[in-house]
């Protein structure tokens, strides 16, 4: 039975990891220090005798007796409104975290995948985004300290592949949404979803002109299930193309939960991205992967998620 760390496992993402590495027979170890995440996202994973969760902050050294086959770095702060209320946690766990952890990798004789993210190409001059755009990123931006960040964690994993032979996967994630991402986390998709639900004005940054392509969660874990499995050390981009203008987003949100909520404008963040969208021709070729589920069906299903939550507050 492989036994796999995964860093950042209380948060949206790294919990629904856990739970397909579970279930494809491993024993999962879920490192965590609450900063953005939750123990409540693992609390059903907990009486699994597989299934440990250690609070731990990853920038310090990382201890983890035993053997370890797979190490996935999720750990980081992700939504835009975290990231500026935390940067330099976010620049440590970017650039010191994936240290420790690529340190463990090493010593365990483990393979590693970093969550890296489309953030890389800052605000692209290429469109869609291939794996080999370099990206048009201000190092000294407000999201520079998360695009920087993981710029630099890239360049360290290759380090480490190059020169301590580790065997590293390298996953650019694109915008993804579902279950277990945090109500209040400030990204478009839980605010647009939990303002219609509460009949409050949708709030579009800017004329809304600007685009992002959304993957749901399962489609994002089936793509990084594949590519740790895989032989691929270069980045491989994993999101959905379909790409939407974040006002024509808004409409369909209004559209899908029948909201009596207004459309409102507000100032547009600085370093905004005008433009996202995956290529995701290398995924389909090295992993045979393309995202399955429409944006309708994920979006009913978050929507749900989020109604659930509501009520037990
Ligand atoms: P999240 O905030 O829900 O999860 C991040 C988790 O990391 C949280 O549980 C947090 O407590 C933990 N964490 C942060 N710093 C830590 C530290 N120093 N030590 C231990 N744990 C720490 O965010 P998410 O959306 O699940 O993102 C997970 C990963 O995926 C991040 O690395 C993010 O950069 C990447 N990513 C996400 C998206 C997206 O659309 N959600 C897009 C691109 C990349
Ligand atoms: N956005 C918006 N209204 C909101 C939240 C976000 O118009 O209430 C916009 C934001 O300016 C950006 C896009 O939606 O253009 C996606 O924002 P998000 O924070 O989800 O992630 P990003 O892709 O910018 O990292």
């Given at each position: 039975m492989p036994r796999t760390l995964v860093t950042g496992g209380a948060g949206f993402i790294g919990s629904n990891l856990c739970e397909r590495l579970l279930h494809e027979g491993h024993n999962v170890i879920c490192m965590d220090n609450?900063?953005?995440?939750?123990?409540d996202n693992v609390a059903h994973l907990?009486?699994?005798?597989r299934f440990e969760l250690i609070e731990h902050d990853v920038t310090n050294y990382v201890y983890v007796p035993g053997e370890l086959d797979y190490i996935l770095h999720f750990a980081s702060p992700a939504s835009p409104i975290d990231y500026l209320q935390l940067p330099i946690q976010t620049l440590k766990v970017g650039a010191l975290g994936t240290h420790k952890t690529l340190g463990l990798a090493k010593a365990k004789g483990a393979r590693f995948l970093l969550a890296s993210?489309?953030?890389?190409?800052?605000?692209?001059?290429?469109?869609?985004?291939?794996?080999t755009y370099w990206g048009n990123v201000n190092p000294i931006g407000v999201r520079g300290v998360y695009d920087e960040a993981k710029r630099f964690a890239e360049a360290m994993t290759m380090a480490y592949n190059r020169y301590h032979g580790v065997e590293t996967r390298i996953v650019r994630i694109f915008n993804t949404y579902g279950p277990r991402m945090r109500a209040s986390d400030g990204r478009v998709v839980s605010n647009f979803i939990n303002q219609a639900l509460r009949g409050d004005d949708i709030t579009v940054y800017g004329d809304g002109s600007q685009t992002r392509s959304f993957q749901y969660i399962d489609d994002l874990v089936e793509g990084v299930y594949r590519l740790l499995l895989s032989d691929e050390v270069d980045p491989v981009n994993i999101g959905n193309p379909g790409e939407t203008s974040i006002l024509e987003f808004a409409e369909e949100i209004v559209a899908m939960t029948d909201t009596s909520s207004k459309i409102v404008f507000k100032e547009l963040p600085k370093d905004d991205p005008k433009v996202r969208q995956p290529n995701i021709a290398k995924a389909k070729d090295v992993l045979g992967w393309e995202p399955r589920v429409p944006r309708e069906e994920g979006l009913r299903l978050t929507t749900e998620y989020f109604r659930g939550i509501a009520e037990l507050v």
């Amino acid at each position: 039975m492989p036994r796999t760390l995964v860093t950042g496992g209380a948060g949206f993402i790294g919990s629904n990891l856990c739970e397909r590495l579970l279930h494809e027979g491993h024993n999962v170890i879920c490192m965590d220090n609450f900063i953005t995440g939750r123990p409540d996202n693992v609390a059903h994973l907990i009486g699994d005798d597989r299934f440990e969760l250690i609070e731990h902050d990853v920038t310090n050294y990382v201890y983890v007796p035993g053997e370890l086959d797979y190490i996935l770095h999720f750990a980081s702060p992700a939504s835009p409104i975290d990231y500026l209320q935390l940067p330099i946690q976010t620049l440590k766990v970017g650039a010191l975290g994936t240290h420790k952890t690529l340190g463990l990798a090493k010593a365990k004789g483990a393979r590693f995948l970093l969550a890296s993210t489309s953030e890389v190409y800052g605000d692209p001059l290429e469109h869609p985004q291939s794996e080999t755009y370099w990206g048009n990123v201000n190092p000294i931006g407000v999201r520079g300290v998360y695009d920087e960040a993981k710029r630099f964690a890239e360049a360290m994993t290759m380090a480490y592949n190059r020169y301590h032979g580790v065997e590293t996967r390298i996953v650019r994630i694109f915008n993804t949404y579902g279950p277990r991402m945090r109500a209040s986390d400030g990204r478009v998709v839980s605010n647009f979803i939990n303002q219609a639900l509460r009949g409050d004005d949708i709030t579009v940054y800017g004329d809304g002109s600007q685009t992002r392509s959304f993957q749901y969660i399962d489609d994002l874990v089936e793509g990084v299930y594949r590519l740790l499995l895989s032989d691929e050390v270069d980045p491989v981009n994993i999101g959905n193309p379909g790409e939407t203008s974040i006002l024509e987003f808004a409409e369909e949100i209004v559209a899908m939960t029948d909201t009596s909520s207004k459309i409102v404008f507000k100032e547009l963040p600085k370093d905004d991205p005008k433009v996202r969208q995956p290529n995701i021709a290398k995924a389909k070729d090295v992993l045979g992967w393309e995202p399955r589920v429409p944006r309708e069906e994920g979006l009913r299903l978050t929507t749900e998620y989020f109604r659930g939550i509501a009520e037990l507050v």
